[in-house]
């Protein structure tokens, strides 16, 4: 994760050392991974672009095993897709793309995000005995970091709308300043201009408080924040 620029990145990075970690000579292993949140499950990283496709079958349907397994948390493993009766037209599809089994685990995070890695082999019975217990125990110890990422991420929107409010806050601040010294003014009237202005051209506050300070040849109001 530390070497990773951003969230999407990570997951990237995620998805192909999943598919490497659990590929044997002859039989690369696909995976994807499924962000389920507001109801709606999308891919949000894969190893590769035929992994995407497998993720965005079930999509199409409405659901599958990756969807189910994100959205209920709860591992879903289909050993031979032949045999799948949860399934059959979905099952059906991705079979005539020579996938023969899937596993799909849920990754434990916080809140309202829900995630699964997806699996997927041309070989039956892939992810019997061994193989699912190394994609356990990959899941679990990726999951705390998955978590610390998803968390970055919330921190750095978060931040990111604050320090923009704050930067049109400053704007307006100084333009009703500026306009309080112009007109003789108090604050109160001087914030009535600019919303006047504001409503008579269409524009929003903060543009009108921007051009106001501009005006001076000063150029914009910068807001300093301390790190």
Same mark, same amino acid.
């Given at each position: ?5 951003? *969230? ?6 995620? =998805?192909? *050392? ?48 990756? *969807? ?14 032949? #045999? ?74 978060? =931040? ?15 333009? *009703?300043?500026?306009?309080? #010294? ?5 604050? =109160? ?19 009108? =408080? ?18």
């Amino acid at each position: 994760m530390l070497a990773s620029s951003d *969230v999407e990145g990570f997951l990237c990075e995620l =998805a192909r *050392v999943s598919a490497r970690s659990l590929s044997e000579p002859g039989d690369g292993i696909l995976c994807g991974i499924t962000l389920f949140r507001h109801r709606k499950a999308a891919t949000v990283a894969s190893s590769s672009p035929a992994a995407q496709a497998m993720d965005e079958i079930q999509y199409a349907f409405g659901d599958g095993p990756c *969807v189910t397994a994100s959205r209920e948390q709860e591992t879903v493993h289909i050993p031979e897709l032949e #045999a799948c009766g949860r399934w059959p037209q979905y099952a059906a599809t991705v079979r005539g793309h020579g996938v023969r089994s899937i596993l799909a685990l849920p990754f434990l995070l916080d809140g309202d995000t829900r995630a699964a890695l997806n699996l997927y082999s041309r070989r039956p019975g892939r992810f019997d005995g061994r193989a699912m217990e190394l994609a356990r125990d990959f899941v679990s110890q990726t999951s705390m970091a998955l978590r610390l990422a998803v968390r970055f991420a919330h921190y750095s929107d978060t =931040a990111a709308n604050l320090k923009a409010t704050l930067e049109t806050r400053t704007s307006i601040d100084v333009a *009703v300043g500026i306009i309080m #010294a112009q007109n003789r003014c108090s604050q =109160a009237a001087a914030f009535e201009l600019l919303k006047s202005a504001s409503a008579a051209r269409n524009i929003k506050l903060h543009v009108v =408080a921007a051009g106001v300070v501009e005006s001076l040849g000063q150029g914009p109001a910068r807001t300093h924040f301390e790190g």
